[in-house]
């Protein structure tokens, strides 16, 4: 039985596959959703290292606490669901939440510290040579999860070139024969 539901969101549109799947099956199952996201600590690089930042002040030490971070944070998943599933959202049990530090690590420690049934999340797109580099949050994620980790791909635009559609069956290239009947 599921009853309580994680969802990993980087708040970018490629995550709302993933906030939607998690949120169907929060209301099918009837179980609490915690949409979380793992923020970092911002980085201030001061435009010329030679002068102090006007930004900060007279020194180069950026002026934040780690629970302004992740009040930031929590707000921001807060606005994001809203503007993107807000009639959806109020029909079920949630709560936003944020992590501070590495995402899959903060991801594992969010779904034991929640006791979370399923993990929920979109696969993030991966260029080609970041695919044999590195491995993915949601690989990541997977390994070290104490419950099943559902992971959902983005839909795909599909662009027509154009031409008629060729099949590739068996080594060679056949017409479709349904593509030429009106």
């Not at 169907?24 to 002068?51: D, G, Q």
Request: glycine residues 6%; hydrophobic residues 40%; proline residues 9%.
């Amino acid at each position: 039985m599921i009853r309580k539901i994680l969802c990993p969101t980087d708040l970018s549109a490629n995550s709302k596959a993933g906030v939607a799947y998690a949120l169907s099956l929060a209301r099918e199952n009837r179980a609490e959703l915690v949409v979380f996201h793992a923020t970092s600590i911002p980085v201030y690089e001061p435009a010329c290292p030679c002068e102090p930042n006007p930004f900060l002040g007279g020194n180069s030490v950026p002026r934040f606490t780690v629970d302004q971070l992740l009040r930031d944070a929590t707000s921001k998943v807060r606005h994001f669901i809203h503007a993107n599933f807000g009639d959806e959202i109020a029909r079920i049990q949630w709560k936003p939440k944020a992590g501070l530090g590495k995402v899959a690590r903060e991801i594992v420690a969010a779904a034991r510290q929640e006791e979370a049934d399923l993990i929920v999340m979109a696969k993030k797109k991966k260029r080609p040579l970041s695919c044999i580099l590195s491995r993915s949050v949601s690989e990541a994620v997977s390994r070290q999860a104490p419950c099943p980790v559902v992971s959902v791909s983005p839909p795909q635009i599909q662009r027509p070139w154009g031409g008629w559609r060729v099949p590739w069956t068996g080594g060679v290239l056949q017409d479709s024969e349904a593509d030429h009947n009106p």
